[in-house]
């Protein structure tokens, strides 16, 4: 690959439940330089119709963003390409603007959902369809509560990164990868299945055309195209699920390697090439997601770092200092706790009183509480971050079992690869030689799935995975600034 035959720029755009991200990727000479060019909070907000997310704020943060990448740029901008969360998705009228606000996953709008539609499909029927483990903030869940408020099933949705992409001027898809987190794929296929849309009373024509990976999706419209920079840029779908992103900035090859994109979320799990739905991969609620080139991520989501996220915040309302650095720091000179917590109990899932709910499952068992004053807070965070290795260890051990791959190294993505405790526990646990970082791995996969499509590493499902990995090892390893560590057991 010659890096230096066209010097045109290109964006990436990663939309995080927590904070957002719009980065520029230039070259200086041969080598690519990527420059985080704007970041902008983001949350739910909880309002009278239910958890919601400000489309309008995240979109207007998102066209900050490329306005100042045209204005830093030193070149025109090649393609511009939108990677996110999954599940949520907006709601369009005639015209493709948005009808309200999106739910958030959160909202428990899904509990009384996800009962009535096992009722109709169970959960083992769902499972032999989509290969999709059983989660009530999926995408069908919401459609179908959406139903129980009345919404005509007919009314048009988009999943929120391409939602984006189409009001900065794309046609209106599923990505594939975005698409297959929906549970209303077809097993081993990029089609909607048409017997969960015929069960559940869903919509075909609600739902948008599924694209492969690495789609050019459109040219930017509007008064951002005005800019001298973006006069001719294109619109691409990425891995427009942020975790597969994340996952393709991977450079690896060989079965010896597992995963955990480390964020919000915390996705365990490996790469297959075809999907795998033994009784025992159902049973343990594991999921096969579509990945770039037509792979499966085939992983389980575990509860992430934004249980200590919650916890911070409950303590600065309290009037408590919480610095995560801080904490961590002061976790590692603490022992090992005499308990563990389920990170992964249902009541954790969702938002508010998260310290009480700790102590209750602590009570359970028969163990002490800790105190609400802020003298526990160490001993609270140091409880959370060896629960997650332990689980980490847990979920991975099962991941063996069920593919028969042999694991050596562990490659832990994304922001939380940052946190330098966690990864030492984590390398206890599993045993496994662990390489944490980048932390801007969804970035990266999705700047590396970009160049695979404009160079022509293309096959009929999309950029080929083989042409991702290698843009993906190039940027990784030749960009200004990008640090990798390694943690061993």
């Not at 990727?25 to 985080?36: A, F, S, V």
């Not at 939108?82 to 005639?94: A, I, M, N, Q």
């Not at 009962?115 to 903030?137: D, F, K, M, P």
Request: aromatic share 6%; charged share 20%; with cysteine.
């Amino acid at each position: 690959m010659e890096l230096s035959a066209n010097k045109a720029a290109h964006v990436a755009v990663d939309l995080g439940a927590q904070s957002c991200r719009v980065s520029l990727l230039e070259w200086d000479g041969t080598q690519p330089r990527i420059e985080l060019i704007h970041r902008f909070p983001n949350a739910p907000i909880q309002t009278g119709a239910g958890l919601r997310w400000d489309i309008e704020a995240i979109l207007d943060g998102v066209k900050v963003g490329l306005t100042r990448c045209a204005q830093s740029a030193n070149s025109a901008i090649h393609s511009i390409a939108v990677d996110g969360w999954g599940v949520d998705y907006v709601r369009l009228d005639e015209d493709g603007r948005q009808l309200a606000n999106p739910f958030c996953y959160r909202d428990e709008r899904t509990l009384r959902a996800e009962n009535e539609v096992h009722q109709i499909l169970s959960a083992e029927a769902l499972y032999s369809l989509t290969g999709i483990q059983i989660l009530r903030i999926n995408t069908l869940y919401q459609l179908y509560a959406d139903g129980q408020a009345g919404i005509d099933p007919k009314t048009r949705w988009l999943n929120l990164p391409e939602f984006i992409t189409h009001r900065l001027g794309g046609r209106p898809v599923s990505e594939y990868t975005n698409a297959s987190h929906t549970q209303l794929v077809s097993l081993g296929t990029q089609r909607w299945c048409d017997e969960v849309f015929q069960a559940l009373g869903l919509a075909h024509e609600a739902a948008p055309e599924i694209v492969p990976t690495g789609s050019a999706v459109g040219s930017l419209r509007g008064d951002l195209a005005e800019l001298s920079r973006l006069r001719e840029t294109q619109l691409i779908a990425p891995a427009a699920h942020d975790t597969a992103s994340a996952i393709a900035a991977i450079p690896a090859v060989g079965d010896d390697w597992a995963f955990i994109s480390s964020g919000t979320w915390s996705l365990v799990g490996t790469v297959l090439r075809r999907p795998c739905v033994t009784e025992e991969a159902r049973r343990m609620n594991f999921t096969n997601l579509g990945g770039v080139g037509n792979t499966i991520c085939f992983l389980r989501n575990v509860n992430g770092l934004w249980l200590l996220s919650q916890c911070c915040e409950e303590w600065e309302s309290q009037g408590y200092r919480c610095s995560t650095r801080e904490l961590i720091d002061q976790c590692k000179t603490l022992p090992a706790p005499s308990r563990l917590i389920d990170v992964d109990a249902p009541e954790l899932l969702v938002p508010g009183n998260i310290l009480a709910k700790i102590n209750a499952q602590l009570a359970q068992s028969g163990e002490k509480s800790f105190s609400s004053s802020g003298g526990d807070i160490p001993a609270i965070a140091n409880t959370i971050l060896h629960s997650l290795a332990a689980r980490y260890a847990q979920v991975l051990s099962s991941v063996a079992n069920i593919t028969g791959k042999k694991f050596r190294r562990l490659f832990i993505v994304g922001g939380g690869s940052q946190n330098s405790l966690l990864n030492q526990l984590t390398a206890e646990r599993t045993g496994l030689e662990v390489t944490a970082g980048p932390a801007e791995a969804t970035t990266i996969g999705n700047f590396a799935i970009q160049l695979a499509a404009r160079y022509g590493w293309t096959d009929s499902a999309g950029v080929a995975a083989s042409g991702v990995v290698k843009w993906a090892e190039e940027i990784s390893t030749r960009t200004h600034g990008l640090s990798r560590g390694r943690a061993t057991s």
